[in-house]
């Protein structure tokens, strides 16, 4: 049974917030402001936020900056993961990613359905991992950030979960 190895020191993560959309500001941005508090209550790192607009190009050059910041250990943006026209998160994802983790937005959708019910096929959440830097795209409500976090990011991201977790991958990530 997947628990938290109470013998092991936690280790804190230094996290870049991106908030992708055309009309939200920092006071207006739910679902960023929920993920840096969960981030903090965990006892890891803000090390960046943004916002950027559904920019594909924008989008990648920020992750791009933020992949080659040694600071940044993850990326976790909110928003843009639709299937509008300016949707274009995934995309952008895809245009770094060293290697795709598939899993991440499978497992996503069906914790999702528990909540959203059909309406989660709507959601292309996608994570990956570029440069030794974890990268993961979640949808922009509140709901969708509270159960990536909560549900998937909180026990992955910490070193105490067993039986394993992305922290203790994370010197082995630029291997070749």
Known sequence: MPKIDETRDFIPVNIAVLTVSDSRT????KSGRLL???IETAGHVVAARAIITDDEDAIAAQLRTWIADENIDVVISTGGTGITGRDVTPEAFAQVYDKELIGFGE???M???KNIGTSTLQSRATGGVAGGTYLFALPGSPGAARDGWDLILKDQLDIRFRPCNFVELMPRLTEK
Do not use: Q
Not at 26 to 29: G, V
């Open 26 to 29: 920092l006071e207006t941005d």
């Open 36 to 38: 840096v508090g969960r």
């Open 111 to 113: 914790l999702s359905y």
């Open 107 to 109: 497992l996503f959708r």
